[in-house]
């Protein structure tokens, strides 16, 4: 494999430094999925923890390094699973957090930000516009900027998911994941091309968030105007450079769902599994959903990355 900016041992290391409690998460084979889909089904659940996600296991990393080195103030721009995470992570260890989100970002995930002590800051825009205004506040205060995919350790922090996964499930054809920011999907990434190369990585994003699917195929940086998803945790318009690179090198393809197909994963992880997630988690399944042919017969692994969800727009969305 070609070397990407992730490192195996140091990948290994962050779980010596990862609250247990967001370590060696469910995997399980999901057999009442498999009629409708066509292929074996396996879950790796990531919403059983204090922040509902995946994002705790880079945060962990993060909030680690900075308490060692001595800086007690950060900051993150973030559609809520991070920074939740961070003020999580952060408040373990005496960090001074601050959020910066949009306004319109989900209601549920900002009360949990506040609820865990950070200080929030609502731009009246997306999720863009929360980046450059937390890079702003870490100009002006001196303090670290954490921006997620960017920072390696929320990459090999998310990769540690890979770990587990490998090392539990000695072989599967296909793991699909959740394609935003990309530190999930490099990490992970990182971790199956590594150790079990036979295997497909394949990430999933919306249809109306399709900047790094754009990217990937074109082999370069494609910044969209908007985004249109109720997927909000991967509804991002401006992919980093740096992490393309690494995707270009760990993902074998990259695909967009329809919304449609988001709602209709959800119901199915709900009834079928028992699971409320939130879109972004139901992205796998979406996958599975539209192109039944393509993955007939196989065994696929799907992460079930969050659960960060306004049960209103739950009950709308799968209707309940």
Not at 52 to 57: A, D, H, I
Not at 159 to 181: Q, R
Not at 182 to 197: E, I, S
Request: charged content about 25%.
């Amino acid at each position: 494999m070609q070397e990407t900016r992730l490192n195996t041992a140091r990948i290994r290391a962050a779980r010596r430094v990862i609250d247990p409690v967001f370590l060696d998460t469910p995997l399980y084979r999901c057999e009442a999925l498999e009629p409708a889909l066509g292929c074996t089904v396996s879950i790796k659940l990531e919403t059983a923890n204090p922040v509902r996600s995946f994002k705790g296991r880079g945060t962990e990393v993060v909030a680690s390094r900075l308490a060692d080195q001595g800086p007690r103030a950060v900051v993150c721009a973030s559609a809520g699973n991070l920074g939740q995470a961070l003020a999580w992570s952060g408040r373990g260890r005496g960090l001074d957090v601050t959020v910066v989100a949009s306004r319109f970002a989900t209601a549920a995930k900002l009360d949990r930000i506040r609820a865990l002590g950070a200080t929030l800051e609502l731009v009246d825009g997306d999720h863009e516009m929360a980046r450059e205004r937390a890079a702003a506040i870490a100009r002006r205060e001196g303090i670290r900027l954490v921006e997620d995919s960017l920072d390696i350790e929320t990459c090999e922090g998310a990769a540690t998911v890979g770990l587990e996964l490998v090392e539990a499930v000695p072989s599967f054809d296909t793991v699909l994941i959740a394609l935003g920011g990309g530190a999930l999907a490099t990490g992970v990434g990182h971790v199956v091309k590594a150790l079990a190369p036979e295997a497909e990585v394949i990430c999933v994003q919306p249809q109306g968030a399709p900047a790094m699917t754009r990217s990937w195929h074109r082999r370069r940086v494609v910044i969209t105007d908007s985004t249109d998803t109720i997927a909000d945790g991967v509804a991002g318009r401006c992919p980093i450079p740096a992490v393309l690179d690494d995707l270009l090198v760990v993902a074998d393809d990259a695909v967009l769902v329809q919304e449609a197909s988001i709602t209709a994963g959800m119901r199915m992880l709900l009834d079928h599994a028992g699971l409320v997630v939130e879109p972004s988690a139901a992205l796998g399944i979406a996958a599975l959903l539209e192109d039944r042919d393509r993955f007939a017969g196989r065994h696929v692994v799907t992460i079930v990355c969050g659960s960060n969800v306004d049960m209103d727009a739950y009950h709308r969305w799968v209707g309940r």
